[in-house]
């Protein structure tokens, strides 16, 4: 058996080796990511995926389908085969088909493709026990496939089903004898997945050392699967064992758990193997989106390298030391994958992420000043409330535009409730010109309510006529990004003249209210004197 090993035809691709040469990639969002539950790719959204990872993201190659699935699949394949030849890629199209003596390339050559990943047993037990057949039998029908795709002038890469647990059956040399018997095909790669995620990095190692060590000139890929979470470890552990290919997806979407996502693999071949990739880094996060708005499946927050809050400090001594020296910062610098830092705005923040996110505004305030938006973003947070740099200049508006020491009338409290079957109620304190009144009332509404009890205060009180409301409107405020803050804009009529007034808040009713007293203070000039009225 060993007098075979150096006389293997296969078709070596790269000749970088494990310790910072060159690793090549195959991509198969489009093939075992659409595995992933609940995923099914129109035709026309495979072909903008494609066109995506080969021209943007330049990945060396990509698995679109599996033969014989469905018409909307050769459809898809169809396009991405048209486009592909007119801009000469053909040749890195791949589509995975199975030993049915000749079906699947029958199926491949009507699709326009001209590579088959060719799905054959990697353990006995799958050969066994899922096709009823022996070795030898099993490796004759890869043969004959084999040969047929040849003739056909259709490249063949092998895969080999369920290879992690070929190899963890030590007394068992099923992955040799198979590769033995076919050893003079012309094959140009054999990939060997961990088909179940059983492995973990030590095994993976040791696993491709082996059969790097028996086959020196075979260029061997290798598929990971994320179901103990050690897909990511298990690529790089298969580089040092000696891999030469590795296989990705977008979003490490795929069946269970999922594949090893591309972003992190990248990263971590750069930063931690020195390893070359044709891979371009500053369009990996508009991909990711691109297949997730397609996919339907949210890329999580925390998602490495292309999450949304992955570029986020939050901590306001982390803002402080990169503000100084950028010292809570890594190799993964934002900038590398078309994205920026951010210094999130809340109840951890503090005044260094504060400062730099209105540094970027181009905004400058005191120091008294930044305390009181501080504490404004720092009561937000307990609010569990998520405040965005584009709030900031809204915030500022609403916390420094007055001195609530000079307002004349005070809001000192109010409780507002409403129950099932019943109106909303509101009682409210209020204090005018240093005199403290108190009203309840019911309304149609929790600020209807608000405002009849105020209105009680007024007419029934103060014998005042009360400001007519003719407009109200709730928006987000314009231009921001956020679930933090409410813009309520009211519209007042008071004596002919109309009163414009908005407050931010993250309750819809507060804003209101806020905007009720603004306006109360506005007009409280223009009444005559009361004598005072205590409650």
């Known amino acids: 058996m060993n007098d075979n090993r150096q006389s293997i035809h296969f078709t070596p691709s790269l000749q970088g080796r494990a310790g910072g040469g060159s690793v ?39 698995e679109v389908a599996s033969a014989r699935v469905s018409d909307g699949e050769l459809e898809a394949v169809q396009r991405i085969t048209r486009w592909a030849a007119s801009k000469g890629m053909l040749d890195r199209v791949e589509v995975l088909g199975f030993v049915d003596d000749g079906k699947s390339l029958d199926w491949i050559e009507h699709a326009g493709a001209r590579t088959i990943n060719l799905l054959c047993k990697g353990s006995r037990r ?79 190692l040791d696993y491709m050392k082996k059969m790097v060590a028996r086959y020196p ?55 931690h193997f020195n390893a070359k990739t044709n891979i371009n880094e ?17 890329i999580p927050p925390n998602k490495p390298i292309t999450g949304s809050a992955v570029f986020t400090q939050v901590a306001g001594v982390h803002a402080d030391g990169d503000q100084k020296s950028g010292l809570y910062q890594n190799a993964l610098r934002p900038e590398r994958f078309g994205r920026r ?47 965005t740099q584009e709030d900031l200049p809204y915030i500022i508006r609403d916390v420094l535009k007055h001195n609530p020491e000079e307002d004349r009338v005070r809001l000192i409290s109010y409780m507002v409730s409403t129950a099932y079957g019943l109106r909303p109620m509101a009682q409210v304190r209020l204090q005018v010109n240093g005199q403290i009144y108190e009203e309840s009332a019911q309304g149609d509404g929790q600020y209807d309510a608000f405002v009849r009890a105020v209105r009680h205060i007024y007419r029934d009180r103060l014998s005042r006529q009360f400001p007519w409301l003719s407009n109200y409107a709730v928006t987000i405020p314009p231009g921001g990004r956020t679930d933090a803050l409410v813009q309520t804009n009211i519209e007042w009529v008071f004596e002919e003249k109309t009163y414009r007034t908005h407050a931010l808040d993250a309750d819809q009713t507060e804003a209101a209210i806020k905007a009720t007293i603004q306006l109360l203070n506005i007009i409280e000039p223009l009444y005559p004197p009361v004598a005072s009225s205590k409650t």
């Open 24 to 62: 090549e990639i195959m991509d198969t969002t489009l093939r075992d990511g659409e595995q992933t539950s609940g995923v099914s790719f129109m035709p026309h959204e495979k072909l903008m995926i494609c066109r995506a990872l080969l021209e943007d993201l330049r990945v060396d190659r990509v």
């Open 217 to 271: 000139n075979v260029h061997f890929d290798f598929h990971a699967h994320n179901d103990y979470d050690l897909a990511v470890s298990n690529v790089l552990a298969a580089v040092f064992g000696g891999a030469r290919g590795l296989h990705t997806a977008i979003n490490g979407l795929g069946e269970r758990a999922g594949n090893a996502p591309l972003a992190s693999v990248q990263a971590i071949l750069k930063d």
């Open 126 to 204: 799958h050969c066994e026990g899922q096709l009823g057949k022996t070795l030898e039998a099993h490796a004759a029908d890869i043969r004959r496939n084999v040969e047929m795709a040849a003739q056909r002038g259709i490249k063949v890469n092998l895969y080999l089903e369920d290879w992690s647990g070929g190899m963890k059956q030590v007394e068992d040399t099923y992955v040799f004898q198979l590769i033995d018997a076919i050893a003079d095909l012309p094959v140009s790669r054999i990939m060997l997945p961990d088909t179940l995620g059983i492995l973990n990095p030590l095994e993976t």
């Open 282 to 298: 500053n369009e990996l996060n508009r991909v990711a989106h691109l297949v997730e708005s397609y996919s339907g499946i949210a």
């Open 341 to 387: 830092r951010e210094y999130a705005l809340g109840k951890a923040s503090g005044k260094a992420s504060l400062r730099m996110n209105l540094e970027e505004l181009g905004l400058d305030l005191s120091d008294e000043d930044m305390k009181k938006v501080t504490d404004r973003i720092i009561e937000l947070g307990d609010k569990k409330e998520h405040v």
